[in-house]
């Protein structure tokens, strides 16, 4: 049996395996990104590590719905970033090996598979080609993911 953090975009419910998060944070002050892509929405401090946040349902291109004020800290120091989504829920423990891989050639596809858990399909989100997308993204616009990088 796996942990996994469940969240909505808009609608629909996606999933971090537990050992992808870090932590969740709550109530964090955001501070303004200058010359960052649409998506990367502030910066926030996380235990002095300062990490961009990113609009995670409008990256994917969800509704502008309210985001929460609890936010997904990643726990690949490779990839530092904050996710902002609609709704975070409690911890699942479900069995991964029951998961229905997705074959899907869409450049921004995020999902690496999915699940029924009590009838409801939960997206397991890929955080591979969730980097690829967000660099595509501030090289698209012109920005630099790279400066908000802390770990190098």
Known sequence: MTLILPFMLGEERYA????????????AEQHYLPAAPAVLIAAVNVHGRI?????LP????FSSAPLS??????????FPLVLAVHHLEPLLSVDLEQASLIQSDAPDDC?????NWQGQMVSLL???QLQRIVEDEC???????ATARTDR
Do not use: F, H, N
Not at 69 to 78: C, F, G, P, T
């Open 111 to 115: 999902i690496s598979g999915v699940l």
């Open 126 to 128: 890929d955080l591979e």
């Open 69 to 78: 004020e609890r936010m997904i800290v990643l726990a690949d120091r490779e």
């Open 139 to 145: 090289s698209d616009t012109g920005g630099d993911y």
């Open 58 to 61: 409008q990256l994917l291109g």
């Open 16 to 27: 971090l395996k537990l050992t992808e998060v870090q932590e969740v944070i709550e109530d």
């Open 51 to 55: 990490l961009p946040v990113l609009d």
